[in-house]
């Protein structure tokens, strides 16, 4: 579970020619001797021993304000886990099931649950550490700095309150966007809709020659597309994730038809 150390490492074994050499592949070839080996130790740890930590962080939110934070917990956080919970559920049911179906979701599965469980973990150990009480005890010291000069207490105090109101307003448009990209573009019946721009492209333009083109690469890329997919769970995965999209964005930000739908009874 998430916040978690983990030590990921891969292993390869090397090999040389008779002399040692870098060489083409060869049934001849032997796993290479190097000049020199990181010694492993198996006596364990003391105090005070040497330790190095080597790595390459994607990115990080450890300077992120108070309001990104209220943010990501409000927001962003809620419908990522709710899109996930969602799709996973509907694959467990069908995965406990039928055997080969399992089999086939599998690594689906694992990679939607660990991306589920990280945004599960992050938000509990945000609130359990009141790392927004702490974001706002730092930038109330912030304030205090800066208020003693006119000039800067202007610029800064206009940045802090672009930053405030930038969040309030992605708020309002995440949320649609999130739930669209992440929800549904992930999903076969989705994406097969999504190839279908180029029909509508010829069509517009009354091209029959390009029609006809766009129209037999569309049919050629679906039995590719579905080779892997379970029916069921794609159609259950489209109706929960247009569930909660429906629910939970504004009707002026709905298509007509699902305007006309009516609202569904959960909200993220």
Same mark, same amino acid.
């Given at each position: ?5 983990? =030590? ?15 060489? &083409? ?9 190097? *000049? ?7 006596? =364990? ?26 943010? $990501? ?12 919970? &969602? ?16 089999? *086939? ?11 589920? #469980? $990280?945004?599960?973990?992050?938000s509990k150990m945000l609130k359990r550490n009141k790392v927004e009480d702490?974001? &706002?005890?730092?930038?109330? *010291? ?23 109101? =930038? ?16 929800? %549904?573009?992930?999903? %076969?019946?989705?994406?097969? *809709? ?10 517009? &333009? ?36 247009? $569930? ?17 739908? =009516? #609202?569904?009874s959960e909200t993220i």
């Amino acid at each position: 579970m998430w916040p978690r150390h983990t =030590g990921d490492f891969t292993v390869f074994r090397i090999y040389a020619d008779s002399a040692n050499n870098p060489a &083409k592949y060869s049934t001849k070839n032997i796993p290479l001797k190097p *000049a020199y080996h990181l010694p492993i130790s198996l006596k =364990g740890i003391k105090k005070n021993d040497f330790a190095m930590v080597w790595g390459y962080p994607g990115n990080t939110s450890r300077y992120l304000t108070s309001y990104g934070i209220e943010f $990501n917990l409000a927001v962003l956080y809620p419908t990522i886990t709710a899109i996930f919970g &969602k799709e996973l559920d509907v694959m467990k049911e069908r995965m406990d099931a039928d055997k080969a179906v399992k089999i *086939a979701y599998a690594g689906n599965y694992a990679q939607i649950a660990n991306t589920w #469980k $990280n945004f599960i973990g992050q938000s509990k150990m945000l609130k359990r550490n009141k790392v927004e009480d702490k974001k &706002k005890e730092i930038e109330k *010291a912030f304030v205090n700095w800066y208020s003693k000069d006119p000039a800067l207490q202007k610029k800064v105090w206009e940045c802090s309150r672009k930053s405030e109101t =930038g969040l309030c307003r992605t708020g309002q448009g995440l949320r649609p966007h999130v739930l669209f990209f992440l929800g %549904g573009s992930s999903l %076969g019946i989705v994406q097969v *809709a999504n190839r279908s721009s180029a029909i509508s492209e010829a069509y517009e &333009k009354k091209d029959k020659d390009a029609l006809a083109k766009a129209i037999e690469a569309y049919r050629s890329t679906i039995p590719e597309m579905f080779k892997d997919k379970d029916q069921a769970i794609e159609k259950k995965q489209f109706a929960e994730i247009l $569930n909660l999209y429906v629910k939970n964005v504004a009707p002026e930000d709905q298509p007509g038809s699902s305007r006309k739908s =009516g #609202k569904s009874s959960e909200t993220i």
